[in-house]
């Protein structure tokens, strides 16, 4: 058995008519797993998001991106949020949601289920985000991001991604194979015979390994390596994100907190870390939303 390791490889194909994006995400998957305690249906899913998201935020020179799924599934909302320095982190409504299997695999699609949307923010700091929104396809995160790069993005995608878990994970990775503008007619239709390989990605990469899962799914389009990277959750949460937060709240919101005994705890919904605000704290940001009232109105100047 091969021990993963987590890599992000991008792929020149076919001398340059495509490209490809291939990751391990072992290690990250794991971790959200291990941070929000997740079932084994809702590790595949969370890290099925995780690992597409992260993938798609790479490509990006700046900003952050925010993926949402939001399905008619007893998971609930998914929330993954990706940058291109290679961090991501994320949640879900329900991380103790199980199913029973479906035809042998964990059932993601029936978690998340079939009604819903999936949303794109990209926030690349400008004044307005790019917005990008799809209807789901089956809720098995794969198909819903294929979907979203041919409708949104004008991008026909080949999208593999999985996440096998038993008590941990033991494999997680994804694959997306896109043409390229000019790409031939004859390099199209080796893309697509790439498909049917692909259906089994965490047990191929379980026993391989990443860097030989890419020559034994794409040695005959010619693969080269451009260049590599990683995926890791983290979390960039911090108490000065919170006070800012609780500003935005307003005076109201911060006049009712201040009444309560010993102030407040607040918790990051990705890591679960927890900051305790006194009512010192909390008077010292109602003075600051006050002033920043006053700003905004213009009373201030």
Known sequence: MITNLDILYRVSLLEGQAMAMLASTTQMCEKARKTHDLSKTATAALGRLLTLSGMTASRMKEGSMTVTVQGDGPIGRMIAVAKPDGT??????DPQVELPRKNGKLDVGGAVGHEGRLTVVRDMGLKEPY????KLQSGEIGEDMAYYYTVSEQTPSLVSVGVLVKDTVL???????????????AALQSLEMTAPLCTNLSDTLLRLGAEETLYDLMGHLQPVILETGKLTYQCDCSRERMERALISLGEKELTSMIGEQDGIEMGCQFCGEKRHFSTADLRALLEAARSRGQQDDGSGE
């Not at 917005?131 to 799809?134: D, I, L, S, T």
């Not at 994804?174 to 790409?183: D, K, M, S, T």
């Open 131 to 134: 917005v990008g929104q799809v």
């Open 88 to 93: 991501v982190k994320g949640c879900v409504d």
């Open 171 to 185: 494999s997680a990775g994804g694959l997306v194979i896109q043409p390229l503008p000019g790409c031939s007619e």
